[in-house]
């Protein structure tokens, strides 16, 4: 790469810029033509003359124009984020902004910046300002413009030309600002360098520390923002600075700042010997002192050394701003406390503040030349070499240390110059080392009048680079960074700064890259030239047209003009590692290199050849050798058929003749593949890929490792190839298939692929890995029906692999297992293609049986036989015998028999896995029940099954499996045992499954039981209906509680719980469930309850407990159910669950299974598991009919009571005894006759046709006797509804809790009949009044009851009819009658038959000893009076 002038942003509109600095400059109007007025220019006699003459002013106007840039003052800052520019009293700022990822500059300020009549600018700086924050990323926080001017001011303003500062440290005009950085220490001999302002007058160099004025800059800043804010004017404070007295040299323009530098002790002695003389003497330690260098006349270059404190900072007019400022307080205060305020005394704005004088620094040497004028002189970036220019025309290079011209350029009038520093990029053998990266020094030249920039070598180097510029830009070189850092600073923030840029007058800046390499230029430039031909490689390669025509030419041209062995292998892996270079062109690059090499080995002595030489000869045979091998099997794959092998007529024979199975046991793994594959058909949607791949993609999953023995190769196939080990699982997967598709494909193409590979010189290892990851992943592919062709093709691979394979890792030692066949099971063993496994399984199995040696040495013809004597040989893997012409020992017998019993266990637990991975995939299909929102809750995702995977998973991974299945199809329990029933296992089950399954489900619940009946036959431990239901309980409380709104899941759950027979398997799996998912969320919804007081509403519901309250009702009554299901598992008289596991399965290693934690499970406490029924029906009943005033804890249950609530239902907490207080018998009894009322409550009311006003009083005829009759019976069928029934079951449910409570259910059964009669259901009550033991009492309430709906009759009727019944009845019946009030009855309008019924029933409830027996014969009398 060579030298660069690129673009780096652009000034937008220009033109406003020079207008607002040059006024002057404005375009002229234009002004009309005399053809436009009517004038003819030929009248007027014009000569060329005078059109020549206009001409030459138009083009020095446009000159002119263009010069613009020359007058004024400009500074960009080296951070680009600020460009300031500046002629006499006016100044522009300009902003960077990103556009479309190009930087442009726009006006952000302009305006006059003169602040005295008559003062211009003359000198302008940019100076970024770091950040302090510790989240900074390198940037600067703002930038600060610095002017000085003609008046000696120094003017500091923000980047919206607002003023922070302005003193006067000289009264003569300002030549030159410049700022120094800080520099760390180099090396031990410099010392670092702090930052530094310095200001030069005619005849004095104020300096000012860096520090002081970064802290007084950030506080101006502060300070004039807190006054635009609050509106007032602040002054900031002076500055602190040192001011030297240049008087020896007679005029000075420019000058430099070298820092501190501390002289050796031959310059001390040089030094005092030239200035005292012989006897001078010398201190010890030299101080430190500054060094200034300065250009202009008499000397042309000056060197002044300040001794450091010679000279102490002038702050006086710190003091003098502080005492004025105390001198003003005092005066106010004073005059304010005596009753008077003077007037403060203003400044007068004429009058200059005080200027100090300055320290005389003597000359310390120079290089004098009278006639010389210097223009500028410009500090290298290493403080070590600084360039000057002059009126001669000439620039020279000088040394700072030693003070004397080392070069002298000539023709260069009115020059600007700037450096650049280059450092190294570090190669890769550059890398290892610790050493710092070397730097290179450019000097820019840019002479305007030639309109040419040069780039130069330092320090005697040639010039690298010119370029064509114009004649009218500016060359900046700032020679700074940022200000305010510091060594902690310095090395965290690194900002992106430029070190010198051309700006031209039309806005375009442009920056100088300088590569490092054009430093070396020279006699020793082998390594710079190599450097250059491979970035020249590099462009070529990525430049899109040049992959046409000559590019393999010339890629072979400019390898071999490489001369650098390792530059050279560095080009050769850009070649092959090119995304579109054919494969044919990289190797005829790959094999001219090799020949060279090989040509240019000979003619060298083969002991003085250089490893890296070796080194690069293997490489290019190991490229070319793989490149061959991509060739190969590109063309195979282009000539492979894309249609798979067709389906044969006997397909299980031609597997037993290739595999040496025998037909019957083919016949099996085809029926086994075939049925998972028929269940995987709408699984998976592949799309087929084409199989390409890339040279370099190819090249670059191989490494090649050289040794010295590599070079004795005797062949190229020998030589070695590994695998790549950072090549990421889909390149891996496309090598393979790119290696291998092929073969498996197209049977044509597998003999030249095995040979290909063979000579591949690739691992057999890596080679098989990548073999079985194709075969295992391409598994709807490649298995399909009756066609067994890729099997056949995968045994021929398999076979040509092994015999590229090391023997002592295929034959294992007596007594062990070979590592080879090993490495495959585990394969095959951690493969989640089943099918696809249990096909690479047997064919391996073929293959390891083929491969074994008949004796000790082994027989290699044997083995080169292999092939043709597979087809004509059946082999019996699972019982070998011994041939009787065998002279095998024992040992080797046993050997055979280990490797092939491991064969025999992987095929048969493959089977197992292909056949539950067949269940796993069957999907139910209509007819199924299945739990609401059970799609979006479970999902419909099969689980994928491994040999490996059921292995590490415990002995309950198969039935968990399996009862997720059972899960996600959503199949009712009474299908599974259907299945128990298809062998034999269950009756009761059948006949449980026939009742609740639906007609139209028996053909999918019969295919449903044949595929859940192959599982038995294979896992009978691991699938016994104990472990199942288990299994299948905990699936669904699993998935419940991901989802806790679909209830439904948790009843499926406890109803497999009740299908568990064993009593210790169920009582565990209870408890397990108990504490677990429900404890926690029963005890969140009491505690609830307790702070409400009443049955919580729905949002209270989802905040505390996590359900809605639809949901939690359903869930109190599922934990009624399980507490239920745990009470009545009776441990004692049932046997501890014992758990056996198949034996091909017994090397199963894992966690504990469900079935086997219920079974640990300790028994609980009876009578706490009782405590928690109590609890969780009224809890229930709450939330069911939501009663209010209700606190389930504190109104029913004592302080042992609540105490004893939420326990691990195994423990023996003090529980409440007989003696319960009689308040709170009393408030669970109100509390059941309340629950009573409300379920009674809930039935619907009697028909319509039975509210009739006085039907039910007049005489019924024969006729509405029949209709009567008809309506009672439809009335009395109502018991039958589900609404009854529920309200009837309620109504037993208190009951039973009642006894539970210690209550007196007796008051409770009679509120429950009452109620009924109430409401007109006296059929139901006529049930529960057989049961009530008070029945006089009962008979009393009833008489009552009676009362009120005849009360009721009598007021409904016509008044006539009412009084003549009245009248008809006696005097103290009437008044009772009277007194009794219909509205207490919901439902009155009962038909008087009914009534008189319940009458009878009164009377024999009634003794006839009883007060009211006379009344209700009275009754009985009256109601026989209104029937008549």
């Known amino acids: 790469m060579s030298c660069t002038l690129s673009i780096e942003a652009n000034i937008q509109n220009v033109s406003s810029v020079r207008k607002f600095l040059f006024p002057s400059l404005l375009e002229e109007p234009v002004t009309k033509s005399p053809a436009d007025d009517g004038w003819e220019e030929d009248d007027w006699g014009w000569g060329e003359e005078f059109i020549e003459e206009t001409q030459q002013q138009k083009k020095k106007k446009e000159e002119e124009a263009n010069s613009w840039m020359e007058d004024c003052c400009i500074s960009l800052s080296p951070t680009n984020d600020l460009l300031a520019l500046a002629f006499e009293d006016r100044a522009v700022f300009l902003s960077h902004k990103w556009d479309s990822d190009k930087l442009k500059y726009q006006m952000s300020w302009k305006g006059p910046v003169n602040l005295e009549e008559g003062e211009c600018v003359t000198s302008i700086m940019c100076i970024p300002l770091a950040s302090l924050k510790r ?156 060094r200034y260098i300065t250009s202009g006349t008499n000397p042309y270059v000056a060197f002044f050394f300040a001794v450091e404190g010679t000279a102490p900072p002038i702050i006086s007019e710190v003091a003098a701003a502080v005492a004025s400022k105390l001198k003003s307080a005092l005066i106010s205060g004073v005059g304010g406390w005596l009753g008077w305020k003077g007037k403060p005394q203003g400044e007068d704005p004429q009058k200059k503040p005080k200027v100090e004088p300055a320290t005389p620094l003597p000359l310390r040497f120079g290089l004098p030349d009278l006639r010389r004028h210097g223009d500028s002189i410009i500090l290298s970036p290493s403080r070590q070499l600084a360039a000057t220019t002059d009126s001669f025309g000439r620039v020279i290079l000088i040394d700072t240390d030693k003070g004397v011209a080392i070069r002298v350029w000539k023709g260069y009038r009115d020059a600007q110059v700037g450096w650049v520093k280059v450092t190294e990029d570090k190669d890769r053998d550059a890398m290892a080392t610790d050493s710092p990266p070397r730097e290179a020094l450019f000097l820019i030249i840019y002479a305007p009048r030639r309109g040419i920039l040069e780039v130069w070598a330092m320090q005697q180097g040639p010039r690298v680079a010119a370029f064509n510029v114009g004649k009218q830009c500016r060359l900046l070189c700032p020679g700074y960074t940022m200000m305010g850092l510091n060594n902690v600073t310095f090395y965290s923030n690194k900002p992106h700064t430029y070190q010198c840029c051309l700006v031209e007058p039309s806005g375009v800046i442009k920056i100088i890259n300088v590569p490092f390499h054009l430093i070396l230029s020279g006699a020793n430039s082998k390594r710079a030239r190599d450097l250059h031909l491979l970035k020249k490689l590099s462009t070529m390669l990525s430049t899109p047209s040049s992959h046409e025509g000559s590019i393999e030419k010339q890629l072979v041209n400019i390898i071999t003009d490489i001369k650098i062995v390792a530059l050279k292998r560095q080009g050769l892996e850009k070649i092959l590692s090119h995304k579109i270079l054919p494969a044919e062109l990289m190797q005829n690059v790959i094999r001219t290199v090799k020949n060279n090499i090989q040509q240019a080995l000979e003619k ?61 046991e083919a016949l099996q793994y085809l029926s086994a593949v075939d049925d998972f594959m028929r269940e995987s058909a709408g699984n998976r949607v592949h799309f087929q890929d084409p199989i390409d791949m890339t040279p370099a993609a190819f090249l670059s999953c191989f490494i090649c490792p050289y040794h010295h023995a590599d070079d004795n190769a005797p062949t190229v196939t020998s030589l070695k190839v590994l695998m790549s080990s950072d090549i990421d699982e889909q390149l891996s997967l496309k090598l393979g298939t790119f290696l291998f598709k092929c073969g498996l494909t197209g049977g044509d193409s597998i003999s030249a692929l095995c040979s290909c590979l063979e000579g591949s010189g690739i691992p057999a290892a890596d080679l098989m890995s990548l073999l079985l990851r194709v075969w295992l992943s391409s598994e709807t592919e490649l298995i399909r029906p009756r066609d067994v062709s890729p099997v056949s093709n995968l045994h021929c691979l398999l076979a040509s692999i092994t015999r590229t394979a090391d023997a002592h890792a295929i034959h294992a030692e007596p007594n062990t297992v070979s590592p080879w066949w090993k490495s495959v099971r585990d394969i095959c063993t951690a493969a989640e293609a089943p099918a696809s496994a249990l096909m690479a399984a047997v064919a391996a199995r073929s293959v390891a049986a083929s491969v074994v040696p008949n004796n000790k040495s082994g027989n290699k013809e044997q083995e080169s036989q292999e092939d043709k004597d597979t087809d004509q040989e059946a082999i019996s893997l699972s019982s070998p015998t011994p041939s009787t012409t065998s002279t095998d020992t024992m040992e080797e017998w046993e050997t055979v028999a280990m490797d092939t019993e491991h064969w025999n266990l992987l095929v048969r637990q493959l089977e197992d896995v292909v056949v539950l991975s067949t269940l796993l995939r069957t999907k139910v299909r209509d007819g199924v029940d299945r739990p609401p929102s059970y799609a979006e809750t479970m999902g419909k995702e099969h689980k994928v099954v491994s040999v490996k995977g059921l292995l590490e998973g415990g002995t309950g991974s198969i039935a968990a499996l399996v009862a997720n299945w059972v899960a996600r199809t959503g199949i009712l329990p009474s299908m599974l045992s259907v299945s128990h029933h298809a062998e034999g296992e269950d009756e009761e089950a059948m006949e449980l499954g026939a009742d609740v399954t639906s007609e139209p489900a028996l053909p999918e619940l019969e295919r449903l039981a044949d595929r859940y009946r192959s599982q038995l036959e294979r896992f009978p431990y691991s699938l016994d209906p104990e472990v199942l239901h288990a299994h299948c309980t905990w699936e669904y409380v699993v998935q419940w509680n991901k989802d806790p709104e679909v209830i439904a899941l948790l009843e499926r759950s406890i109803e497999h719980l009740k299908l568990v027979g064993n009593a210790y398997l169920q009582h565990g799996l209870g408890c397990m469930m108990w504490h677990t998912f429900m404890v926690k969320r029963f005890s969140a919804t009491a505690f609830l309850m307790e702070k409400v007081g009443k049955a919580p509403k729905d949002r209270l519901c989802r905040k505390d407990v996590g359900l809605s309250d639809a949901a939690l009702t359903n869930f109190l009554g599922q934990c009624n159910n399980l507490l239920q299901v745990i009470l009545e598992a009776e441990v004692e008289s049932s046997h501890v669950p014992v758990f056996d596991i198949e034996d091909l399965w017994q090397a199963t290693q894992g966690p504990t299974s469900i079935a086997e934690l219920a079974a640990e499970q300790r028994v609980s406490n009876y009578q706490l598991l009782q405590h928690h029924m109590k609890l969780s029906s009224i809890m229930h009943a709450v939330m069911v009919f939501s009663l209010r005033t209700v606190k389930p804890l504190s109104y029913y249950f004592d302080t042992k009571g609540k105490n004893a609530f939420f326990k691990d239902l195994h423990s023996y907490p003090l529980l409440p005894g007989s003696d319960i207080d009689i308040s709170i018998i009393s408030a669970r009894q109100q509390f059941l006759c309340r629950i009573v009322s409300a379920a009674v409550g809930t039935l619907p009311t009697p028909p319509a046709y039975l509210n009739k006003d006085d039907g039910a009083v007049a005489m ?124 207490d009855v919901h439902f009155p309008y009962v038909p008087l038959l009914l009534t008189a019924q319940l009458l009878s029933q009164v009377v024999s409830l009634l003794p006839e000893t009883h007060g009211q027996y006379s009344l209700a014969i009275q009754l009985v009398e009256s109601i026989d009076i209104m029937r008549d």
């Open 1260 to 1383: 019924e005829t024969d006729k509405e006797k029949e209709l009567l009759q008809s309506d009672l019976d439809a009335y009395q069928t109502m018991s039958d509804n589900k609404v009854v029934l529920e309200a009837c079951k309620w109504a037993d449910i208190m009951l039973e809790l009642g006894q539970r409570l210690e209550v007196d259910v007796d008051t409770v059964r009679r509120h429950y009949c009452n109620e009924l009669y109430s409401r007109g259901y006296d059929y139901l009550g006529q049930e529960v009044l057989n049961s009530v033991n008070e029945r006089c009492q009962l008979g009393c309430d009833l008489l009552v009851l009676v009362g009120k709906r005849l009360s009721h009759l009598m007021s409904t009727a016509e008044p006539k009819r009412s009084v003549q019944l009245l009248s008809r009845l006696p005097p103290t019946l009437s008044t009772w009658l009277k007194q009794q009030s219909p509205s």
């Open 135 to 290: 989240s900074s990323t390198g940037g600067p926080d703002w930038t600060c413009v610095m002017m000085g001017f003609t008046s000696g001011y120094i003017r500091m303003y923000t980047e919206n030309g607002n003023l922070l500062l302005s003193q006067l440290l000289h009264e003569d005009p300002v030549l030159k600002v410049k700022c120094s950085s800080y520099q760390p220490r180099r090396h031990a001999g410099v010392a670092e360098q702090l930052e530094e302002l310095t200001i030069l007058y005619p005849n004095a160099l104020v300096t000012i520390d860096g520090f002081s004025l970064y802290q007084s800059l950030r506080a101006c800043r502060n300070q004039v923002a807190r006054a635009a804010a609050g509106g007032s004017d602040v002054q900031p404070p002076p500055l602190a600075y040192k001011k030297w007295g240049l008087a020896d040299q007679a005029n000075m323009v420019d000058h430099i700042s070298c820092g501190v530098v501390t002289p050796s002790l031959f310059d001390q002695l040089q030094t005092a010997s030239i200035l005292g003389g012989y006897g001078a003497t010398i201190t010890q330690n030299p101080p430190p002192a500054a």
């Open 604 to 664: 060298e002595d083969p002991d003085s050849i250089a490893p890296e030489s070796r080194g690069l000869l293997h490489f290019c045979k190991v490229q070319e050798l793989l490149l061959d091998v991509y060739i190969t099997i590109s063309q195979l794959n282009k000539q492979a058929t894309q249609a798979m092998g067709m389906a044969e007529n006997n397909p299980e024979q031609t597997l037993a003749a290739t595999l040496s199975v025998s037909v019957s």
